[in-house]
């Protein structure tokens, strides 16, 4: 049985599992990421989970999952707004292969939660979906004919930084009215702190309010359903995928919306044409880790068959 360490780099936490072929995960660990300390304090994070990993089992390869731009052929992060230092431009998998002698296949952290739904979560059986993931911010991973999609500056899926509102709130990659600043949890809470008197501090404390009847939440969090629908509806004429997977801190929110949004993507009049099926992510924040684990085999698979020519 081969075994593979799968790793999934979040915000403020790294996420890893020790995981078998068959998707067994053997162990998991958890370690906070602590970006203000930097990239390279980042990657020795990242090695002190493999470091435990390999004195469980034999590793043969390792998957990581990280945010930015990724070049998946060269494993480097190309780019990202959040400014960390020693980040861009960092060659994960060159460290990590150097360390550990093993093959390492990284990319961005929104497709490996992608390919964990794809190999044992909502897009099973799939050849095109569109995985959505609503957290601290928003990203895609997006799968057309069975071949995810990266772009040629490595870009594809990026609808975080697409233009929801023309010369609106001004985003942290400069533009203006990009879809991060509108859908996910840091916008929720931005925008009713700028709404109401009574402030909140995380997204928790949003929807408290929101139970509570608040009529400034409860605006805007009805905001946030239009514009999901706006943005899924774009998606579905821009993609046309079998399913749409909405997944993200946020899916725990569903309780909330989700009705809502499903009532919403009923009336709209993409249904003249399809209608798209829309179903919640299976696999939480588990997503990332199953992923790097997928793109761990495949790449081991990519390295037998090279060897074999």
């Known amino acids: 049985m081969k075994y593979v360490a799968a790793i999934d780099v979040g915000g403020t936490k790294i996420l890893g599992a020790l995981v078998d072929e068959e998707g067994t995960v053997k162990k998991e660990i958890r370690v906070p990421s602590d970006f203000a300390l930097g990239g390279l304090h980042v990657m020795e994070k990242i090695f002190e989970l493999i470091d435990q990993f ?26 990202g707004v959040k400014p960390v230092p020693h980040w861009f431009g960092l060659n994960v998998r060159k460290m990590t292969e150097d360390r550990y002698h093993i093959p390492c296949a990284v990319d961005n952290d929104v497709k490996v939660a992608g390919y964990g739904e794809q190999w044992k979560g909502a897009a099973k059986g799939l050849d095109s979906y569109v995985c959505i993931t609503l957290g601290t911010g ?6 057309i004919d069975g071949k995810m999609l990266h772009g040629k500056h490595w870009s594809g899926g990026e609808i975080g930084h697409s233009i929801l509102y ?10 203006r009215g990009c879809t991060e600043q509108y859908l996910c949890g840091t916008a929720l809470v931005n925008i ?27 605006s805007v969090l009805e905001q946030f359903v239009e514009d999901l629908s706006t943005l899924t509806n774009s998606l579905c004429n821009t993609y046309d995928p079998e399913k749409f997977i909405i997944g993200g801190g946020l899916i725990d929110t569903k309780e909330f919306w989700w009705d809502k949004f499903q009532k919403k993507m009923s009336i709209s009049p993409i249904n003249q044409v399809y209608a798209p099926e829309i179903v919640p992510a299976l696999l939480g924040n588990k997503a990332g880790y199953y992923g790097a684990a997928y793109i761990a085999f495949e790449y081991l698979k990519k390295e037998k068959l090279n060897r074999s020519r």
């Open 54 to 79: 390999v004195q469980i089992e034999k590793i043969d390869a390792i998957g990581i999952g990280i945010g930015g731009r990724i070049d998946t052929e060269k494993g480097v992060i190309n780019w």
């Open 192 to 218: 009713y702190n700028e709404k109401s008197c009574s402030k909140v501090s995380n997204g928790y404390e949003f929807f408290e309010r929101v139970k509570d009847k608040d009529e400034v939440a409860e």
């Open 138 to 143: 928003i990203g895609a991973a997006v799968c």
């Open 166 to 175: 023309p010369g609106g709130r001004l985003c942290t990659c400069g533009f």
